[in-house]
């Protein structure tokens, strides 16, 4: 069975930086490409980040480009977003997807996300 | 870049009732990564459809899709109490991953 653990999300201050993590298990972790989703508490879901299975291929939304840095560990077993420069915008529940092939395509499983609050 | 959008906003239908949620895009996409997903309350959302028209693993068979170009649609043939939740369509392509704004399914 396919399990994604996300943790690391907190309240942050604006201006400052934090790091979220996602454990994966129940799948060959460096076959499929890795997402991050999130969601405003409340309102709809946006794509974040995406990171192919060798890390060739990274790209970002337009609202995180030069902020968010994507990366995973296959032999961890594990993704990351590194966020600088938080926003009060960022605040969202941050979910950790699986893709459904090394490279592009839709999220077939899904974490049960973490919180990141940027207020002061 | 390519937008979609979910009709209705909200949908009040009884159990037992057959739903049909579309998802409408600017501009026509490609079927192969039209993709259908439901989210209940607290919960992480979970795929249903992909390929516009493909039940993922798991899925009970009143679930539907279908469509193409820039239309398409989500059908529940009979709804059951546990498929009141809130639907998003995405897709990916040359926008990169987008999703519809969301139709929220409740009771009537």
């Known amino acids: 069975e396919v399990q994604l653990v996300e943790s690391g999300g907190d309240l942050v201050q604006p201006g400052r930086s934090l790091r979220i993590s996602c454990a994966a298990s129940g799948f060959t972790f460096d076959d499929y490409v890795m997402h991050w989703v999130r969601q405003p508490p409340g309102k709809g879901l946006e794509w974040v980040s995406a990171i192919t299975w060798n890390s060739h291929t990274i790209d970002y939304a337009d609202s995180v480009r030069g902020r968010f840095t994507i990366s995973r560990d296959n032999a961890k077993h594990s993704l990351y977003l590194q966020m600088n420069s938080l926003r009060a915008e960022d605040t969202a529940f941050y979910y950790c997807?699986?893709?459904?092939?090394?490279?592009?395509?839709?999220?077939?499983?899904w974490g049960q996300g973490t919180l990141v609050t940027v207020s002061s | 870049e390519i937008v979609l959008t979910q009709s209705p906003g909200t949908l009040s239908l009884s159990p037992g009732e057959r739903a049909t949620l579309s998802c409408r895009a600017s501009q026509s996409v490609t079927s192969s990564f039209l993709a259908w997903y439901q989210q209940k309350l607290g919960q992480a959302p979970r795929l249903l459809i992909y390929?516009?028209?493909s039940r993922a693993t798991g899925i009970p068979d009143r679930f539907s899709g279908s469509g193409s170009g820039t239309d398409f649609t989500l059908t529940i043939s009979r709804l059951e109490p546990e498929d009141f939740a809130v639907y998003y369509c995405?897709?990916?392509?040359?926008?990169?991953?987008?999703f519809g704004q969301g139709t929220k399914l409740e009771i009537k």
């Open positions: 390929g516009a028209s």
């Open positions: 997807a699986k893709g459904t092939g090394p490279y592009y395509g839709n999220f077939d499983s």
């Open positions: 995405q897709h990916y392509g040359t926008s990169l991953y987008i």
